[in-house]
């Protein structure tokens, strides 16, 4: 069956300008996480949603970024007046609940020059 | 704060070796993860551990959990080139289920 998708797969764009990265998680899947792989840091968590909610965002690395997510399906990632420390992979995963196996999807790759 | 520490980061093997790889967590957790990155891609899950004791095995790799130690462990088996990849472990950072992850195990199998 059809896995995680994100769209784009890659991202350039211009520091302070602003960015949505989209997250399509496998269908039937209530709990959605995102996490961002950069060099330095690793592999971070940001926030997850179990279906609309996101009840915990304390994982954002800083009010520029927000997450919202639709029909308990689709979730949009966004981040504001980029900078070029937001330069990393940002990974979707969904799992059927919450502490169940996380599928992953490819990646959104942004580079903000 | 939860702390996950892979060692080693780098491992270069020999086709047909055997090897392992070691994770370390430093607060109690029941759940630990084991995926494969291959370069460019994504995550791929390999094994979820849920009890102290845990093992399982697929193929060339076998992964084992021994909670009150706070470590579980990937080996392999008699190498191949395939297996190459970065080798991540994970453990729940709270009852959301986020996954807190170590560095990563660069593995390069060569013939």
């Known amino acids: 069956g059809a896995g995680v998708s994100q769209s784009p797969s890659n991202k350039v764009t211009e520091k302070g300008k602003d960015v949505e990265l989209r997250c399509d998680p496998i269908s039937g899947h209530t709990a959605l996480y995102w996490y961002r792989q950069s060099l330095g840091q690793g592999l971070e968590f940001l926030i997850y949603?179990?279906?609309?909610?996101?009840?915990?965002k304390s994982g954002l690395p800083s009010d520029r970024f927000s997450a919202e997510r639709t029909g308990g399906s689709v979730s949009t990632l966004t981040i504001q007046r980029t900078q070029q420390e937001d330069s990393a992979v940002y990974l979707c995963?969904?799992?059927?609940?919450?502490?169940?196996?996380?599928?992953f999807g490819p990646g959104t790759r942004l580079t903000v020059l | 704060e939860l702390k996950v520490e892979q060692n080693p980061l780098f491992l270069s093997m020999q086709e047909g070796k055997n090897y392992t790889i070691y994770c370390n967590y430093s607060?109690?957790?029941?759940?630990l993860y084991w995926y494969r990155q291959d370069p460019g891609k994504s995550l791929e899950s390999l094994f979820v551990l849920l009890s102290n004791g845990a093992v399982k095995q697929e193929g060339r790799l076998m992964a084992s959990l021994d909670t009150k130690a706070r470590l579980s462990t990937l080996h392999i088996t008699a190498a191949v080139h395939d297996l190459s990849a970065t080798y991540f472990c994970a453990v729940e950072g709270g009852s959301q289920g986020n996954l807190i992850f170590g560095k990563g195990t660069k593995l390069s199998v060569k013939p």
């Open positions: 607060t109690t957790s029941d759940r």
């Open positions: 995963a969904s799992s059927f609940s919450l502490r169940a196996t996380q599928y």
């Open positions: 949603f179990q279906g609309n909610s996101a009840p915990d």
